[in-house]
């Protein structure tokens, strides 16, 4: 990738430090929950979708929400949304962040028009 100036540069790093940031906190707070209650978790294992771990990397949970669909269309003067509903897998993995569900379904009626 090429940047022109230094600070682009400094101003990709800072961008690429905090999206680390979020994802080691993100893994950290799950494995965290499982290991306060003794739980495991399954279904992010895409070949295996039985196997259960207890030390679930970012990419695994990211990967869990993969195939959430956002869908708008404008009828007339009317805007009507659609949002892919939440497997069990993914509300479980809500639930070890402490995050509601109502979050989710917040995100398309929060949802005003489409680009």
Not at 29 to 48: F, H, I, M, P
Not at 55 to 62: D, F, H, N, Q, V
Not at 64 to 74: D, E, K, P, R, T
Not at 96 to 110: E, G, N, T, V, W
Request: charged content about 15%; glycine content about 6%; some cysteine.
């Amino acid at each position: 990738m090429y940047v022109q100036s230094d600070q682009r540069a400094t101003g990709l790093v800072r961008l690429l430090s905090i999206g680390l940031r979020v994802l080691t906190l993100v893994e950290w707070s799950v494995r965290q929950c499982l290991a306060d209650t003794k739980a495991t978790v399954a279904g992010l294992y895409a070949g295996n979708p039985k196997r259960t771990t207890n030390r679930p990397t970012a990419e695994a949970l990211l990967g869990a929400f993969q195939g959430i669909h956002l869908s708008a269309v404008s009828i007339g003067h009317q805007l009507h949304r659609h949002i892919t509903p939440l497997s069990g897998v993914q509300q479980h993995l809500l639930a070890l962040l402490d995050l509601s569900p109502d979050l989710y379904d917040q995100l398309c009626a929060d949802f005003s028009k489409p680009p």
